[in-house]
T-cell receptor, first 112, second 113 residues
Protein backbone atom coordinates (compact mmCIF):
# COMPACT_ATOMS: atom_id res chain seq x y z
CA UNK A 1 0.00 0.00 0.00
CA UNK A 2 1.08 3.53 -0.61
CA UNK A 3 1.20 6.29 1.95
CA UNK A 4 2.68 9.71 2.51
CA UNK A 5 3.87 11.27 5.74
CA UNK A 6 4.38 14.99 6.08
CA UNK A 7 6.41 15.90 9.15
CA UNK A 8 5.24 19.09 10.78
CA UNK A 9 1.70 20.31 10.39
CA UNK A 10 2.90 23.91 10.78
CA UNK A 11 6.13 25.52 9.64
CA UNK A 12 6.99 29.15 10.27
CA UNK A 13 9.81 31.03 8.55
CA UNK A 14 10.89 34.62 8.16
CA UNK A 15 10.65 36.31 4.80
CA UNK A 16 13.86 35.59 2.91
CA UNK A 17 14.64 32.42 4.87
CA UNK A 18 14.92 28.90 3.51
CA UNK A 19 11.70 26.93 3.25
CA UNK A 20 11.91 23.18 3.90
CA UNK A 21 8.76 21.07 3.95
CA UNK A 22 9.26 17.39 4.58
CA UNK A 23 7.59 14.46 2.86
CA UNK A 24 8.33 10.77 3.19
CA UNK A 25 6.56 8.15 1.15
CA UNK A 26 5.91 4.46 1.26
CA UNK A 27 5.33 2.57 -1.95
CA UNK A 28 5.78 -0.99 -3.13
CA UNK A 29 6.25 0.17 -6.71
CA UNK A 30 8.20 3.09 -8.18
CA UNK A 31 6.07 6.04 -7.18
CA UNK A 32 5.01 9.20 -8.88
CA UNK A 33 5.24 12.06 -6.40
CA UNK A 34 3.62 15.47 -6.39
CA UNK A 35 3.54 18.64 -4.36
CA UNK A 36 0.38 20.72 -4.42
CA UNK A 37 -0.29 24.11 -2.85
CA UNK A 38 -3.64 25.30 -1.55
CA UNK A 39 -4.24 28.99 -0.90
CA UNK A 40 -7.12 29.95 1.39
CA UNK A 41 -10.52 29.24 -0.14
CA UNK A 42 -8.98 27.90 -3.33
CA UNK A 43 -8.38 24.58 -5.01
CA UNK A 44 -5.12 22.68 -5.23
CA UNK A 45 -2.45 23.89 -7.63
CA UNK A 46 0.32 21.60 -8.81
CA UNK A 47 3.75 22.90 -7.78
CA UNK A 48 5.88 20.11 -9.19
CA UNK A 49 5.99 16.42 -9.96
CA UNK A 50 8.50 13.57 -9.91
CA UNK A 51 8.06 11.08 -12.72
CA UNK A 52 11.48 9.33 -12.61
CA UNK A 53 13.04 11.51 -15.32
CA UNK A 54 15.25 13.46 -12.90
CA UNK A 55 15.73 13.29 -9.14
CA UNK A 56 15.87 17.07 -8.71
CA UNK A 57 12.61 18.58 -9.84
CA UNK A 58 12.01 22.29 -10.35
CA UNK A 59 8.52 23.66 -10.03
CA UNK A 60 6.68 26.93 -10.15
CA UNK A 61 7.27 29.94 -7.89
CA UNK A 62 10.91 28.98 -7.22
CA UNK A 63 10.16 25.69 -5.46
CA UNK A 64 12.08 22.50 -6.03
CA UNK A 65 12.14 19.00 -4.58
CA UNK A 66 14.63 16.18 -4.57
CA UNK A 67 13.64 12.53 -4.84
CA UNK A 68 15.85 10.39 -2.60
CA UNK A 69 15.04 6.72 -2.96
CA UNK A 70 17.40 5.63 -0.18
CA UNK A 71 15.59 7.91 2.26
CA UNK A 72 12.13 7.49 0.67
CA UNK A 73 11.84 11.25 0.79
CA UNK A 74 10.65 14.03 -1.48
CA UNK A 75 11.21 17.22 0.51
CA UNK A 76 10.12 20.58 -0.89
CA UNK A 77 12.47 23.54 -0.67
CA UNK A 78 12.66 27.18 -1.65
CA UNK A 79 15.83 29.22 -1.03
CA UNK A 80 14.07 32.43 -0.01
CA UNK A 81 10.54 32.63 1.35
CA UNK A 82 8.14 35.29 0.22
CA UNK A 83 5.03 36.47 2.02
CA UNK A 84 2.95 35.16 -0.87
CA UNK A 85 4.18 31.61 -0.15
CA UNK A 86 1.97 31.39 2.93
CA UNK A 87 -0.42 28.55 2.17
CA UNK A 88 -1.01 24.85 2.85
CA UNK A 89 1.22 22.40 1.04
CA UNK A 90 0.32 18.78 0.29
CA UNK A 91 2.59 15.97 -0.77
CA UNK A 92 0.92 13.19 -2.76
CA UNK A 93 1.85 9.83 -4.25
CA UNK A 94 0.31 7.72 -6.98
CA UNK A 95 1.11 4.57 -8.92
CA UNK A 96 0.20 6.07 -12.27
CA UNK A 97 -3.30 6.16 -13.70
CA UNK A 98 -4.57 5.99 -10.18
CA UNK A 99 -5.86 8.07 -7.35
CA UNK A 100 -3.62 10.48 -5.49
CA UNK A 101 -2.88 9.64 -1.88
CA UNK A 102 -2.27 12.83 0.05
CA UNK A 103 -0.35 13.62 3.18
CA UNK A 104 -1.99 15.55 5.96
CA UNK A 105 -0.60 18.85 4.77
CA UNK A 106 1.81 21.45 6.13
CA UNK A 107 0.68 25.00 6.76
CA UNK A 108 3.47 27.44 5.95
CA UNK A 109 3.51 30.81 7.69
CA UNK A 110 5.87 33.53 6.53
CA UNK A 111 6.69 36.38 8.91
CA UNK A 112 8.00 39.76 7.76
CA UNK B 1 -7.03 28.69 -13.58
CA UNK B 2 -6.73 24.91 -13.95
CA UNK B 3 -9.45 24.63 -16.59
CA UNK B 4 -11.57 22.41 -14.33
CA UNK B 5 -14.86 23.99 -13.33
CA UNK B 6 -17.12 23.07 -10.46
CA UNK B 7 -20.58 24.28 -9.54
CA UNK B 8 -21.91 25.43 -7.22
CA UNK B 9 -19.13 27.12 -5.26
CA UNK B 10 -21.06 26.96 -2.02
CA UNK B 11 -24.00 24.82 -0.95
CA UNK B 12 -25.89 25.04 2.32
CA UNK B 13 -28.52 22.44 3.04
CA UNK B 14 -30.18 20.53 5.85
CA UNK B 15 -29.69 17.05 7.20
CA UNK B 16 -31.53 14.38 5.27
CA UNK B 17 -31.46 16.31 2.01
CA UNK B 18 -29.90 15.37 -1.32
CA UNK B 19 -27.54 17.53 -3.38
CA UNK B 20 -25.73 17.27 -6.71
CA UNK B 21 -22.28 18.65 -7.35
CA UNK B 22 -21.15 19.21 -10.90
CA UNK B 23 -17.72 19.08 -12.49
CA UNK B 24 -16.49 19.86 -15.99
CA UNK B 25 -13.00 18.54 -16.72
CA UNK B 26 -10.35 20.25 -18.80
CA UNK B 27 -10.86 19.93 -22.52
CA UNK B 28 -9.46 16.58 -23.65
CA UNK B 29 -9.18 15.02 -20.19
CA UNK B 30 -10.96 11.69 -19.98
CA UNK B 31 -10.49 10.94 -16.28
CA UNK B 32 -12.42 12.62 -13.50
CA UNK B 33 -11.67 12.14 -9.82
CA UNK B 34 -13.68 13.24 -6.81
CA UNK B 35 -12.02 14.03 -3.49
CA UNK B 36 -13.38 15.13 -0.14
CA UNK B 37 -11.44 17.49 2.12
CA UNK B 38 -12.45 17.74 5.76
CA UNK B 39 -10.67 18.84 8.91
CA UNK B 40 -10.72 15.41 10.50
CA UNK B 41 -10.15 13.19 7.43
CA UNK B 42 -7.92 15.40 5.30
CA UNK B 43 -7.99 14.88 1.53
CA UNK B 44 -9.65 11.57 0.69
CA UNK B 45 -10.22 10.00 -2.70
CA UNK B 46 -13.86 9.14 -3.34
CA UNK B 47 -14.23 7.82 -6.88
CA UNK B 48 -12.74 7.91 -10.38
CA UNK B 49 -14.37 7.81 -13.79
CA UNK B 50 -12.64 7.28 -17.09
CA UNK B 51 -14.47 8.05 -20.31
CA UNK B 52 -17.85 7.35 -18.76
CA UNK B 53 -16.92 4.20 -16.88
CA UNK B 54 -16.26 3.86 -13.17
CA UNK B 55 -12.54 3.09 -12.78
CA UNK B 56 -11.86 3.06 -9.04
CA UNK B 57 -13.60 3.58 -5.74
CA UNK B 58 -12.18 4.91 -2.55
CA UNK B 59 -13.78 5.75 0.77
CA UNK B 60 -17.10 6.65 -0.75
CA UNK B 61 -20.19 6.15 1.35
CA UNK B 62 -23.14 4.17 -0.03
CA UNK B 63 -25.22 7.34 0.28
CA UNK B 64 -22.93 8.94 -2.32
CA UNK B 65 -22.90 8.15 -6.00
CA UNK B 66 -21.38 9.62 -9.12
CA UNK B 67 -21.53 9.39 -12.86
CA UNK B 68 -19.72 10.70 -15.90
CA UNK B 69 -21.76 11.71 -18.90
CA UNK B 70 -20.96 11.35 -22.64
CA UNK B 71 -19.72 14.96 -22.75
CA UNK B 72 -17.32 13.93 -19.93
CA UNK B 73 -18.76 16.17 -17.26
CA UNK B 74 -19.36 14.45 -13.96
CA UNK B 75 -21.84 14.73 -11.12
CA UNK B 76 -21.47 13.66 -7.52
CA UNK B 77 -24.75 12.94 -5.77
CA UNK B 78 -24.89 13.06 -1.99
CA UNK B 79 -28.09 11.88 -0.29
CA UNK B 80 -29.46 11.52 3.23
CA UNK B 81 -26.98 14.17 4.23
CA UNK B 82 -25.51 14.20 7.71
CA UNK B 83 -23.68 16.92 9.59
CA UNK B 84 -20.44 15.03 9.06
CA UNK B 85 -20.76 15.34 5.29
CA UNK B 86 -19.90 19.02 5.56
CA UNK B 87 -16.65 19.38 3.66
CA UNK B 88 -14.95 20.71 0.56
CA UNK B 89 -15.51 18.48 -2.44
CA UNK B 90 -12.95 18.68 -5.21
CA UNK B 91 -13.04 17.39 -8.70
CA UNK B 92 -9.83 16.75 -10.64
CA UNK B 93 -9.17 15.68 -14.19
CA UNK B 94 -6.18 14.19 -15.97
CA UNK B 95 -5.04 13.13 -19.39
CA UNK B 96 -4.14 9.51 -19.97
CA UNK B 97 -0.44 9.46 -19.15
CA UNK B 98 1.97 7.31 -17.28
CA UNK B 99 2.15 9.60 -14.27
CA UNK B 100 -1.41 10.89 -14.02
CA UNK B 101 -0.92 14.59 -13.40
CA UNK B 102 -4.21 15.78 -11.95
CA UNK B 103 -5.67 19.27 -12.25
CA UNK B 104 -8.07 20.38 -9.56
CA UNK B 105 -11.16 22.50 -9.70
CA UNK B 106 -11.89 25.25 -7.16
CA UNK B 107 -14.11 22.96 -5.11
CA UNK B 108 -17.64 23.03 -3.75
CA UNK B 109 -18.01 23.86 -0.08
CA UNK B 110 -20.91 21.88 1.35
CA UNK B 111 -22.40 22.89 4.68
CA UNK B 112 -25.01 20.61 6.22
CA UNK B 113 -27.03 22.24 8.99
Amino acid sequence: AQSVTQLGSHVSVSEGALVLLRCNYSSSVPPYLFWYVQYPNQGLQLLLKYTSAATLVKGINGFEAEFKKSETSFHLTKPSAHMSDAAEYFCAVSRGTDKLIFGTGTRLQVFP
Amino acid sequence: DSGVTQTPKHLITATGQRVTLRCSPRSGDLSVYWYQQSLDQGLQFLIQYYNGEERAKGNILERFSAQQFPDLHSELNLSSLELGDSALYFCASSVPSSYNEQFFGPGTRLTVL
